[in-house]
Nanobody, 129 residues
């Protein structure tokens, strides 16, 4: 069983930056060794979409819409996943979710699927003009 708790959302003007954090708590031993962590978002009236994913080997996939502006990273010693968001745009406004998945088909396909085994509660990011 895994619990994911996001923090760091807020309101910012276009061009600004935010860093999201996701604290990962595992209460039971996970039998699978391959996993992915990722960030997804859902804007009002739109479907959930993948933002960035990272697999257990450190490989990263990033959505084209945020490439060059957003960076996913993790601190395994602290069990925290991060999303550094720079040069924010109004279209980045959404609820951002942290997720973990067995990622059996790879991180890139998981990014596109926007479906996951486990989700956090989400954190709101609002970017104004």
């Amino acid at each position: 069983q895994v619990q994911l708790v996001e923090s760091g959302g807020g309101s910012v003007q276009a061009g600004g930056s935010l860093r999201l954090s996701c604290a990962v708590s595992r209460y039971t031993y996970t039998s699978y060794t391959r996993y992915c962590m990722g960030w997804f978002r859902q804007a009002p009236g739109k479907e959930r979409e993948g933002v960035a994913t990272i697999d257990s080997n450190g490989g990263i996939s990033v959505a084209e819409s945020v490439e060059g502006r957003f960076t996913i990273s993790e601190d395994n010693t602290k069990n925290i996943l991060y999303l550094q968001m720079n040069s924010l745009k109004p279209e980045d406004t959404a609820v951002y979710y942290c997720a973990e998945d067995r990622c059996l088909l790879g991180r890139a396909r998981w990014l596109r699927s926007a479906e996951s085994d486990t989700w956090g509660q989400g954190t709101q990011v609002t970017v104004s003009r």
